[in-house]
C-alpha cells in the first residue's frame, strides 16, 4: 500500500514538472517566434508561433486531463476516471485541426494570389529564431516522451509528439524563410503550407488514439499472445478456454475463462482462480482488472 502511494505521489510531481516546463517553454518560444516573425516580416514564423502557442493551451488540457483520470473511483465512476485523459486527447486533436486549418490557409491564399513580387522578404532574425525553435522543441520532445512513458500518459505522450510536430514545422520554416531571403519570396508561404501538413498529420493520430480507447478496442495480438502464454504458464491445474482484452483510457481490462478440474470442490476452483488474478495484475501494471470466469472440465 504504502509503494501504491509513494507510485501516485510521484506521478503527481511528474505531471506537474512536465506541465510546468511544457507551459512556461512554450509561451516563451511563442512570444520569441512572434517577435521574430513581426519584426523579421515572414509569415512562416508568425504561423509556426500560432503553432507554438497552441502548445501552450494543449498542456493544459493535457495536464487537466491527466490530473482527472487519476482521481480514485466513486459510486457514479465506479470503473474510475482514466477515459478522462482520453476526452482531453479528443480536445488536443482538435485544437491541433483547427490550428493546422487556419495555418494553411493563409498560406495558400499567397500562393494562389501569384502576385508573389508583393511578398515580403524575411530578415535574418526569422531565419534565427527557426533555428532555435528546432532545438528547443526537439529537446522538449525527448524530455516529454521520457517523463509520459513513465507514468504511461496517453495525454502527454500526445504532448510529445505535439513537440516533435513543432520542431518538424519549424524545419519547413526554416527552408522557406532561407529560401526566401535567396531570392525566393513564396517559399515563405510554402512553409506555412507544409507547416499545416504536419499540424493535421498529428492531429490526426491523436484523435485516433482517443478514439480507439474510448471504444473499447482490444490490445494488439502480440500483447494477447505474450499475456496468454504468461497465464497458460503459471501452473498445470488449469486450461485457457477464452481471452479478451480492452483497453480503457490508458489502462487494460481482461476477460478470462480457464477451464478447471469438475470434480474439484468450489473453494479449489476459487483459489486457482484467485491465484491467476493476483499474478496477473501484479505482473502487468497496466491491467486495471483481469474478470476470472472457471468453467468445469468436460469429459
Not at 512536465?18 to 512556461?24: C, K
Request: negative net charge; aromatic residues 8%.
Amino acid at each position: 500500500m504504502t509503494t501504491q502511494k509513494s507510485n501516485e505521489l510521484n506521478e503527481i510531481a511528474v505531471i506537474r514538472k512536465l506541465s510546468i516546463v511544457s507551459i512556461l517553454g512554450n509561451f516563451v518560444l511563442s512570444v520569441f517566434k512572434a517577435f521574430a516573425g513581426f519584426f523579421g516580416q515572414s509569415g512562416a514564423m508568425i504561423s509556426d508561433a500560432v503553432h507554438s502557442f497552441s502548445d501552450v493551451l494543449t498542456t493544459i488540457i493535457a495536464f487537466i486531463g491527466v490530473k482527472l483520470s487519476k482521481k480514485q473511483a466513486d459510486k457514479s465512476h465506479p470503473y474510475g476516471h482514466e477515459r478522462i485523459e482520453c476526452v482531453a486527447a479528443l480536445f488536443l486533436g482538435l485544437l491541433l485541426l483547427v490550428t493546422g486549418l487556419g495555418v494553411g490557409k493563409v498560406g495558400l491564399e499567397n500562393i494562389l494570389s501569384g502576385d508573389y513580387a508583393k511578398l515580403a522578404v524575411p530578415k535574418l532574425i526569422a531565419l534565427i529564431a527557426a533555428i532555435i525553435s528546432i532545438i528547443v522543441k526537439e529537446a522538449m520532445f525527448w524530455y516529454t516522451r521520457y517523463h509520459a512513458k513513465q507514468i504511461n500518459s496517453a495525454a502527454f505522450m500526445a504532448d510529445a509528439w505535439h513537440h516533435r510536430s513543432d520542431a518538424l514545422s519549424s524545419i519547413g520554416s526554416l527552408i522557406g524563410i532561407a529560401g526566401a531571403m535567396l531570392g525566393f519570396p513564396v517559399l515563405d508561404s510554402v512553409a506555412s503550407v507544409i507547416i499545416c501538413l504536419f499540424i493535421l498529420k498529428v492531429s490526426y493520430d491523436i484523435l485516433k488514439d482517443a478514439i480507439k480507447k474510448m471504444m473499447d478496442t482490444s490490445c494488439d495480438e502480440a500483447f494477447e499472445k505474450e499475456l496468454r502464454e504468461y497465464i497458460e504458464g503459471l501452473e498445470d491445474e488449469f486450461t485457457v478456454d477464452m481471452l479478451q482484452t480492452r483497453m480503457f483510457g490508458n489502462k487494460i481490462y481482461v476477460d478470462l475463462e480457464i477451464q478447471v478440474d469438475g470434480d474439484k470442490t468450489l473453494r479449489e476452483g476459487h483459489d486457482i482462480a484467485e491465484s491467476v488474478h493476483n499474478s496477473v495484475e501484479n505482473k502487468y501494471p497496466d491491467i486495471k482488472h483481469i474478470m476470472i470466469h472457471v468453467n468445469p472440465t468436460q469429459e
